[in-house]
């Protein structure tokens, strides 16, 4: 009842002043002028040619991801069988203590740089290896990628790219599950377990400790500082304001739009989502884990299975539809920058789809009940291929069956609002489809504002320490945020949490790379331990 009590008390003055005509959009242009350079930095696009111009970060993931997928012998394929059976929980006996073939290393344990007795002792424990199961961790970290970037992201990248950019996003999920499977083993070896069993991981501790080993001790501080500042600051733009924004804007467009009788009440549903929120994540990982194990499965048969049944009621233009993908990615006809462009399209939705490199997804994962390392990042790879591959195939199935006559979108010209053409796209089939997409809309916004909150919280408690009153100062914030969003129309300010989370990129491939070696030691034990089994 405090929490609540403190997120009103924070809230309501701020909304007082809200209410003043044009107050947030002088706050946007303020906030715009003074980080645009920021932005413009993160997205600055190498130009190419006069009409290809290419993100320099998008770069960065599509080597990093094709790097990987080479190094560890093409993972994404030969580890997904594994992936699987991991889930299903074939080894959960070896992973938990049962039969230990394979003695835990010491490296994992981590007694370097000032580690307690107590919590070596505690990371030993084979009750005190993790949080949450290999399934929920992994719809832990779905419920984060999984969302608008597979309902809006996809229709935007077919408006500009043609059919044949779906063919390309795959290819880039496909390859970026390698990316996902060496940014989660380190953040499941490098991870902290308190005297509690409390986990604390992700990319912060794997660049301090693992760049430590190699002697980079420096180098690896700084990286983690800059990557839980990018972090804490994504959390709370894309990761928060962003999704209650849309929702909020989702469910207006159903009811009305102008005319709806919620215009104008966005600090309201902002309300309503802060305090549901705010009841999760105030019971940490595991709370988060117990809602979004049933949230992610429930939301995606709910919109994957609106996508079959339209799919099976057009079975026989689905070939035709394929055939469109595939020619489309070599063609590239009336589409700017030709066979690069559409390339580009499918890659750039992908990236920003999966977040495979970004190295948020380790945060989530490093808190799984396991003794190997590699066995939770054989699951997370599993991640980009449910969002890109599976996903955002059949809404963009969906989109190129639905705009046959050129109804829905112009290939070649960029549409504004994605969600919206979605909609249109499924309405074709199901006239009631937009009322389960602004349900889908809804419930994909609450899984990633909780899953970014944990996030957040780490790279906050990685900085400031891990209090009470550090943790609840964080999640207070988060809420807070979350009616910010609804509320005001702050394009500048999600533009930036959204460059922010970009940056993370720079000190996690740099991490990868540097520690890449460590993630195939893992990979080999992990090996070892299931063939003994």
Request: one cysteine or more; a negative charge; proline letters at 2%.
């Amino acid at each position: 009842m405090k929490f609540l009590f403190s997120i009103a008390a924070i809230i309501f003055p701020i909304l007082t002043f809200a209410q003043e005509k044009g107050l947030d959009e002088r706050i946007d242009e303020g906030f715009g002028n003074a980080t645009g350079w920021f932005v413009d930095a993160i997205f600055y696009k190498i130009p190419f040619t006069e009409t290809i111009q290419v993100p320099w970060v998008l770069i960065v993931l599509i080597v990093g991801a094709v790097f990987f997928t080479i190094y560890f012998k093409f993972i994404n394929i030969s580890g997904f069988g594994t992936a699987i059976n991991i889930v299903r929980g074939k080894y959960d006996e070896i992973e938990s203590g049962g039969d230990d073939h394979v003695e835990a290393s010491t490296e994992s344990i981590h007694s370097t740089d000032g580690d307690l007795i107590d919590t070596i002792r505690v990371e030993q424990d084979a009750d005190h290896h993790g949080e949450v199961s290999h399934f929920q961790a992994l719809t832990a970290a779905l419920s984060a990628t999984v969302g608008l970037g597979n309902i809006a992201g996809v229709a935007v990248a077919i408006s500009i790219g043609g059919p044949g950019a779906t063919f390309w996003m795959i290819i880039a999920g496909l390859i970026g599950m390698a990316s996902k499977f060496a940014e989660c083993t380190l953040g499941v070896k490098y991870r902290e377990i308190d005297e509690n069993g409390k986990v604390f991981g992700g990319p912060m501790y794997y660049l301090k400790k693992g760049l430590q080993e190699k002697g980079l001790t420096q180098l690896g501080k700084v990286l983690a500082v800059v990557f839980a500042i990018m972090c804490i600051g994504g959390s709370f733009g894309g990761g928060n304001m962003f999704q209650s924004n849309q929702a909020f804007a989702m469910i207006e467009s159903y009811t009305g739009g102008e005319e709806s009788f919620l215009h104008g009440y966005g600090w309201a549903f902002g309300l309503v989502m802060a305090v549901l929120v705010g009841i999760v994540i105030i019971g940490g990982i595991k709370k988060i884990a117990k809602v979004t194990d049933k949230i992610v499965p429930f939301m995606v048969v709910i919109y994957v299975g609106c996508a079959l049944v339209i799919l099976g009621m057009h079975a026989s233009q689905i070939p035709s539809a394929f055939g469109e993908i595939f020619s489309g990615a070599f063609t590239g006809l009336g589409i700017a920058g030709g066979v690069f462009g559409v390339l580009i399209q499918g890659f750039k939705r992908a990236a920003f789809s999966n977040e495979a490199g970004i190295g948020s997804a380790s945060i989530a994962h490093a808190a799984v009940k396991t003794k190997y390392a590699a066995s939770e990042g054989l699951v997370a790879l599993l991640e980009p291929f449910i969002d890109t591959v599976l996903v955002c195939t059949m809404t963009a199935l969906v989109l190129v069956i639905s705009n046959g006559n050129g109804e829905i979108m112009t290939y070649g010209q960029e549409v504004t609002q994605g969600v919206e053409v979605t909609s249109k796209a499924f309405a074709a089939s199901i006239s009631w489809f937009p009322l389960v997409l602004t349900v889908a809309v809804i419930l994909f916004a609450f899984s990633t504002m909780i899953s970014w909150s944990y996030y957040g919280y780490q790279a906050w408690t990685y900085l400031f320490g891990r209090s009470k009153r550090v943790e609840y100062s964080y999640k207070i914030l988060f809420c807070v945020f979350v009616v910010i969003g609804a509320a005001a129309k702050l394009g500048s300010v999600i533009n930036f949490s959204d460059a922010m989370i970009f940056a993370m990129l720079v000190p996690n491939m740099i991490g990868l790379f540097l520690l890449a070696p460590k993630v195939k030691e893992e990979l080999v034990r992990f090996k070892t331990a299931i063939k003994g089994a």
